[in-house]
Structures are given as C-alpha cells and as structure tokens.
C-alpha cells in the first residue's frame, strides 16, 4: 500500500524559500512518476510539476522559473525547492506517485506566504 507523506511546508515571507520533501513507502519508487500538486483555498488542485522515473521533469504555469523538481532513488523522495515565493503560492502542496495508471496521493504539507 502507498504511503507518501510531504514535509517541509510552513509561513515564509515573500522572497523567501521552502523545501517540501514527500517520502515514499509501500511502492518501487525508482519506476513510479512523482509529482507536487497544490491546492488553494476554493480553486481546483493544480499541476506545480513532475519528474518521470527517467529524471525528465515538466512544470505547471504556477511554479516555472521558480521550483525545481527533483527526486533521490536511494531515498525514496521527491523534492520541490520553491524560491521567490508569492503571496499567491499559498495552497496545501500534495504529493502524488504515478505507476501505470495507478495513483496515490500524500495528505498535504501547508505552505503560506506572507506579504
């Protein structure tokens, strides 16, 4: 059974950086396609970005420029290192594994951006 559980969320200031963490248990992560998804209050989950088993990675509008995606195997983790955050990236950050169709999700890490 999937277990993914995200890490590293919190209040930052404008400007400012976060690195979310998401641990992987329950799968083989190395074959698995990680992703950060976020949800705002009252909006629709939303694509941050993705990292294909190969290491090749995709980015949604809310974070290109400015979150980078990456994943350590040995670890079974995914990160997202978030720079120059907005007031506007404030949302719950989710973790999502992708095998063939087969989905799961991690329960949230808060991030808040103060102006």
């Known amino acids: 059974q999937v277990q993914l559980v995200e890490s590293g969320g919190g209040l930052v200031q404008a400007g400012g950086s976060l690195r979310l963490s998401c641990a992987a248990s329950g799968i083989i992560f190395r074959l698995h396609t990680m992703g950060w998804y976020r949800q705002a209050p009252g909006k629709q989950r939303k694509l941050v970005a993705t990292?294909?088993?190969?290491?090749?990675?995709y980015y949604g509008d809310p974070g290109k420029g400015r979150f980078t995606i990456s994943r350590d195997n040995a670890k079974n983790t995914v990160y997202l290192q978030m720079n120059s955050l907005k007031p506007d990236d404030t949302a719950v950050y989710y973790c999502?594994?992708?095998?063939?169709?087969?989905?799961?999700w991690g329960q949230g890490t808060q991030v808040t951006v103060s102006s």
């Open positions: 990292i294909t088993s190969g290491g090749s990675t």
């Open positions: 999502r594994a992708d095998y063939a169709g087969l989905i799961g």
